[in-house]
């Protein structure tokens, strides 16, 4: 329900500041780059309820957007990367 989206986007949001803050591009004054990883995160969560958001799928992610740019196309390399992984997020 609502709160436990609200649980994830707090969960997600912890894990999004801490993420690669020793690099620049993460570490934006418009956190631009991590309002994208957030949101490439909690899309991924909710129509992923099995594994939804695992700690980890963060630094996944941020890799995946720091070579991509592209926060649609990064969501589209993620899932194909998760498809992989999932298992390991259990």
């Known amino acids: 329900g609502h709160k436990d989206l609200i649980t994830l986007e707090n969960l997600i949001q912890k894990d999004v500041r801490r993420t690669d803050r020793c ?4 570490d934006d004054k418009e956190n631009l780059s991590q309002q994208k990883l957030f949101h490439i995160l909690m899309t ?46 259990h």
């Open 44 to 89: 991924y969560s909710v129509y992923h309820p099995s594994p939804s958001y695992v700690q980890g799928m963060n630094d996944m992610a941020a890799a995946l957007l720091y070579v991509i740019r592209d926060e649609s196309l990064t969501y589209s390399c993620f899932c194909a990367l998760m498809r992989h992984m999932s298992p390991l997020f």
């Open 23 to 26: 690099v620049k591009f993460f």
